[in-house]
């Protein structure tokens, strides 16, 4: 027999082995009983990022539902569910008042991934080159869902929530309401890095902000290099470019060190999806800022909005409730949902993520996991005692 051809079988035979292994390992892991409430109302596609990263975590650490089976990011959750983008076919799973008395009583936790919504160019005109917002067909942050976080808290049940809970199209009303339930503050501001501000050379870059950009600076739009986009709720549209206003092209998280203790998480990792800018009153804890590296022309365009470089990530409250809130769209990711079902796997892929700042896996294998996983584990327990 051919040497190489040899060594390739017994190559292919390690790793069958390592694979059958580690689901094995996985496979005769505890279950964890925890019955959690999934909010998503940003879904225009089957592939329902916006929380497939969070269903990734609680397959992988074995989190069961009430019935006892694990967690299908296709069905369970509230929220917009595509049925066929080709005939415009959709559904949603919305909760009614006389229903959140019976949901609190059922629900362990909830985790509202995302509340932005649908729009009629992500749905129905999915290649469009339209360049102006459009039309809601479904999303923001409502009444209900409102009474069903006060209730929750109420009974000290556990409360995660990201990007977006209460930014547009959520009425100001509904904000002012939320801000005030967890001691929370939007600036009104949202941003998020990109690679390249070169429109001739980034097909991908949006439309819509370089055509609000250009309305409101006399329709010039001069940024070639990377940078990062700052969005306002009423339009305003703030630029920061690499070399121009930054030393560093994207934000880093900086995670305290009571929080890299903690959770296991690096102390500072970089991060390349949207964020918002929100700010928190002393009653919380701060376990993670976001800092943007400005220079003196950048710092003095934060400045002139009224915004500083360093901002929290990562806002804790526990004792009398149990809250957290994600500053960015964490839980989004084009993960592969079958690696959950191996055991160490996220150990060892989160060595080979680096520094290309075009991806977010070091962000997800580094900080959300272990992030995520302790919050549950340590919520868990308390529920497993009780």
Known sequence: MNKKYLISIIAVSVIILILAGSWLMWFVKAEKPLNIYILDKTVPTMERTEHKSLNWVLNHEKYVKSNGFLYDSDKDYYGFFPLNSKSQE???????????????????????????????????????????????????????????????KEQKKLIITEFNLYNAPTNGLIRDKVEELFGLSWSGWTGKYFSSLDTTDNSDFPLWIVNLYMEQ??????????????????????????????????????????????????????????????????????????????????????????????????????????????????????????SAFFEGYHNCVSIFHGSDYDSNSKFFWQFYV??????????????VVE
Do not use: C
């Open 370 to 383: 272990p992030m995520l996983s302790g919050i549950l584990d340590d919520y868990q327990k308390t529920q």
């Open 217 to 338: 600076n006399n329709n010039e739009w001069s940024f070639f290099n990377a940078g990062i986009v700052l969005v306002h709720k009423f339009g305003t549209i703030a630029i920061l470019e690499q070399g121009t206003h930054l030393t560093k092209e994207i934000p880093f998280i900086n995670a305290k060190q009571e929080t890299i203790e903690r959770f296991g998480v690096p102390e500072i990792v970089h991060y390349s999806k949207w964020f918002d800018i929100t700010f928190s009153e002393d009653k919380n804890k701060v376990l993670a800022n976001f800092n943007i590296h400005v220079n003196e022309i950048g710092d003095s365009v934060l400045q002139h909005y009224n915004l500083k470089p360093v901002f929290p990530a990562v806002i804790e409250h526990t004792g009398d409730y149990n809250f957290y809130y994600f500053g960015g769209d964490f839980a989004e990711s084009d993960i592969n949902k079958k």
């Open 90 to 152: 959709f559904d949603f799973r919305s909760i009614r008042i006389h229903e959140i008395e019976d949901i609190v009583e059922e629900y362990d936790m909830l985790y509202y991934a995302d509340t932005y919504g649908v729009y009629y160019n992500e749905w129905y005109k999915k290649d469009s080159k339209d360049i102006k917002h459009t039309q809601k067909v479904y999303g923001g942050l409502n009444q209900n869902d409102y009474l069903l976080l006060k209730e929750m």
